[in-house]
């Protein structure tokens, strides 16, 4: 048996397709286009594996997902693949549409086809798992409770309702077709492989290079916080047990204003990386224009998950953040990669023309 997962080499799919292997799960097909989130060095340590095949490509490629299909015959589809950064949708919405809407659109119809001609035992089996996001429950007050899965969608950027759109598609191509779907709506990842553009990853790497930490409007918005590997054991556990078109609120109980989040990253800097001049990093801090459209406030409810699937975050916000600021330390090449764009050459410069196998046979392939 195999999973077809799309997006994998981003921060949260990079982090699911290593944590899915090395927790012996079977061989993944990981499908990603590799656009400027896309980082197959997330996936250094898989080189060679025969388990992970990697291919080059867009999901919204109908006749490459159709063969993908047929060639490797998953089992299950989980899919990451998205334009994921709000402050990007609103420079720039069209690639939102595009690749949220139109890709997702293009995956179902794919999936879809190849599910219709299963056979009955295999069609039952099989399960579409569609990763969103807390964010197209629209924005909390300070006292509203918490999102749970019956919240009404109101979405308020163009990120945000390119996922509500993509989440009504994957609805519907349940209640339609029958297609056997699973969707998730997480609240905001933190961990390894983050790319430095979001809140916690920029601050680590603005602080260490002596930049302005920037910090928009009064910073007292607040998110609700889960180390990404949590993200992913809830994604496999929801794959594994979750009722068939469900939906699913995943999160980590850790509510905190943004400024609190920037002040926990400057202490343990200071901690584990002193400043040269011993100054601490906070008077690095700068507000900034707020983000047009800016939500106040996201909260999940998980308590659906926990009940019927048992499932829990293993990390505190406490060590899961230690963790990644460790994790920042302990990987300067990785930062220097990204910051430079040498990632983006990562495929060429790694692989290309050669005769290798797992990740790299399957990059030439596309
Ligand atoms: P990311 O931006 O780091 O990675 C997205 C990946 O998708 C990249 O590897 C990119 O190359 C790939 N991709 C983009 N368009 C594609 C296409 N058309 N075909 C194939 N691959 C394509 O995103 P992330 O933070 O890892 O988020 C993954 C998913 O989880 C997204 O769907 C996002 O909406 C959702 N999500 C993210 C968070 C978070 O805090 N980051 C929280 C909840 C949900
Ligand atoms: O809630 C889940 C969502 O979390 C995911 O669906 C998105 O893909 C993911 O990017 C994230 O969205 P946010 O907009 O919450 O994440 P971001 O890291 O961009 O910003 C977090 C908060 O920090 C937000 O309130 C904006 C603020 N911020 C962000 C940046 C980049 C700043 O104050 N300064 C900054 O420089």
Excluded at 126 to 137: A, C, I, K, N, Q
Aim: glycine fraction near 8%; proline fraction near 5%.
């Amino acid at each position: 048996m195999t999973i077809l997962v799309t997006g994998g080499a981003g921060f949260i799919g990079s982090n699911f397709v290593l944590d899915w292997l090395a927790l012996g799960g079977e061989p993944v097909v990981n499908l990603d286009k590799l656009t400027y989130a896309g980082n197959l060095q997330n996936l250094a340590s898989l080189e060679g594996n025969p388990k992970h095949v990697f291919v080059h490509g867009d999901m919204g490629d109908a006749a490459l997902v159709t063969r993908l299909l047929a060639q490797h015959r998953p089992r299950a589809v989980v899919n990451f693949a998205a334009e994921s950064h709000v402050d990007r949708s609103i420079l720039g919405p069209g690639a939102f549409i595009q690749t949220n809407i139109v890709g997702t659109f293009q995956l179902l119809e794919a999936v879809r086809a190849y599910w219709g001609a299963l056979d009955a035992s295999a069609q039952a089996a099989f399960r579409f798992l569609h990763v969103s996001t807390d964010e197209v429950y629209g924005s909390l007050s300070k006292t509203d409770p918490a999102f749970t899965e019956t919240n009404r969608y109101e979405p308020n950027s163009p990120y945000s309702a390119s996922k509500a759109a993509s989440d009504h598609l994957v609805r519907a191509y349940h209640h339609t077709y029958g297609l056997p779907v699973l969707t998730t709506n997480c609240s905001n990842n933190y961990g390894p492989y983050h790319f430095p553009e979001k809140l916690i990853p920029l601050m680590i790497v603005n602080a260490q290079a002596g930049k302005a930490l920037p910090v928009y409007g009064d910073g007292q918005q607040v998110r609700d916080w889960l180390y990404v590997k949590d993200h992913c054991s809830a994604i496999r556990r929801v794959l594994d047990a979750g009722r068939v078109g469900e939906v699913y609120n995943v999160g980590g109980w850790n509510e905190k204003p943004n400024l609190e989040i920037v002040h926990t990253v400057c202490r343990l800097l200071d901690e584990l990386k002193p400043r040269a001049d011993a100054k601490p990093y906070k008077d690095q801090i700068t507000y900034v224009t707020d983000r047009p459209g800016h939500d106040r406030r996201y909260a999940i409810d998980a308590r659906k998950i926990e009940q019927e699937l048992g499932w829990k975050p293993a990390e505190t916000f406490e060590s899961g953040i230690r963790k990644t600021v460790k994790w920042y330390l302990d990987n300067p090449d990785w930062v220097t990669n990204v910051q430079s764009g040498a990632y983006r050459d990562w495929l060429a410069q790694q692989y290309g023309g050669a005769q290798v196998s797992g990740t790299a046979a399957m990059a030439r392939s596309s």
